[in-house]
């Protein structure tokens, strides 16, 4: 299906030949890392299958000849609905790491959440970036840390503060234990370097790191009061990224939560967990207007961003398609990755007859006809 319409590679057409791109081009086992989800995969699979659920529904004589894509988000207009989605440890993909990745998403004018998890410093990025930062925060089992991340991502200017609430503990992620994958040594989570014990340090040799850093440093017993406090402790606008069920998007507009990100950690948490478009009905339905709702999981067409659109996403993360970017071509590949999902985008509105991402309603889409 996503694959469907590859051709040659040197010159990607399409994200699906990203892909195919970074594929031959990264180490197998940080592909693996990147690529990879939980358990049976079948929640990264779902994803994916859920967009193929939904046909367009295109109106025609519309007489519009332009359209407007961009976003009114928290007090500032997004240029557009596409935002680059928190992944932790990019130097697995580019010695520049999130310097390039911030770099390419300034040059597509889009905003970037940046990872706990980064290799390079939060104040390093802010300073690379030319378009908004967000920052993604990983609650740590120290709250002086958690909120020292939080005054830190303050003074460097970041607009929202997006908290993971997914991952009390890592999914177990099978390609990883059969690769028996290790974080090279000199990728350290950059951020928590100042703050945490130096043990963190000595015990990320010759480990596989990225589960130690989950056990030992973040808050398994993350808690609605957590979240709560934080919200009170500062003045940037609170997502919580991870919300799948009507409940707790209900809990979450009632405690004053600002945004909600529609998402299951790409599939690399709970297996068996839904797709995220097909709970995002539900989640806007809980929020009842009183939170911002966000979506990620499987956009790899700009027809996938308007189904999101029409089924009540405000805006959208990418994850993995920007690792491609970045593995193929650095800071030049997740400009282009961008520029061409944005371009998809704006070509699928046109042709559905609509000029404003603001405008889009759920008339817009229709369950496909079962196959067969
Ligand atoms: C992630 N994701 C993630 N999420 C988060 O909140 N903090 C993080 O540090 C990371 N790190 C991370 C690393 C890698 C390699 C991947 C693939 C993903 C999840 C990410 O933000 C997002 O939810 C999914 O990647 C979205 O799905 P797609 O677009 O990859 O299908």
Not at 38 to 67: C, M, Q
Not at 234 to 262: H, M, N
Not at 296 to 308: S, Y
Request: charged share 20%; hydrophobic share 45%.
């Amino acid at each position: 299906m996503f694959e469907h319409n590859v051709g040659a590679e040197s010159n990607p057409v399409n994200l699906a030949e990203y892909a195919r791109l970074a594929r031959k081009r990264a180490e197998p086992s940080a592909w693996d890392f990147i690529a990879g989800g939980s358990d049976d995969e079948r929640t990264l699979a779902a994803n994916r299958a859920a967009f193929e659920r939904w046909t367009l529904r295109p109106r025609i004589l519309s007489g519009r000849d332009t359209v407007d894509v961009s976003v009114p988000l928290f007090g500032r207009t997004l240029a557009s609905p596409l935002l680059v989605a928190p992944i932790g440890y990019q130097g697995l993909a580019h010695p520049a790491a999130e310097v390039a990745t911030v770099q390419g998403a300034g040059a597509a004018h889009t905003a970037m959440v940046v990872s706990t998890m980064s290799n390079r410093t939060l104040e390093d990025l802010a300073r690379a970036a030319s378009a908004p930062l967000w920052f993604q925060l990983y609650c740590l089992k120290d709250p002086e840390l958690t909120l020292s991340l939080v005054r830190r991502a303050e003074s460097a200017g970041y607009e929202a503060l997006v908290i993971t609430v997914d991952m009390p503990r890592m999914g177990r992620r099978e390609r990883d234990l059969r690769n028996g994958f290790a974080l090279p040594a000199h990728l350290r989570p950059s951020n928590l370097l100042m703050e945490a014990s130096p043990e963190l340090h000595r015990s990320q040799q010759g480990t596989s790191g990225v589960a130690l850093h989950v056990g030992q440093l973040f808050d398994a017993a993350l808690s609605w009061s957590t979240v709560e406090r934080l919200k009170q402790q500062t003045a940037l606008p609170v997502l919580l990224k991870g919300v799948l069920t009507r409940e707790d998007a209900q809990r979450a507009a009632s405690v004053g939560i600002d945004g909600i990100i529609v998402s299951n950690h790409g599939g690399r948490q709970l297996d068996g967990a839904p797709a995220s478009l097909d709970v995002l009905p539900e989640v806007v339905e809980g929020a009842g207007g009183r939170c911002r709702i966000l979506l990620d999981g499987g956009i790899r067409r700009g027809t996938d961003v308007l189904k999101a659109r029409a089924l009540g996403a405000d805006a959208v993360l990418i994850g993995r398609p920007i690792m491609w970017g970045l593995i193929a071509r650095g800071a030049e590949g997740v400009t282009d990755v961008l520029r061409l999902l944005r371009a998809e985008l704006e070509q699928a509105l046109a042709l559905c007859g609509q000029s404003r991402w603001t405008e889009i309603d759920r008339s817009l889409v229709a369950l496909a006809p079962p196959c067969g």
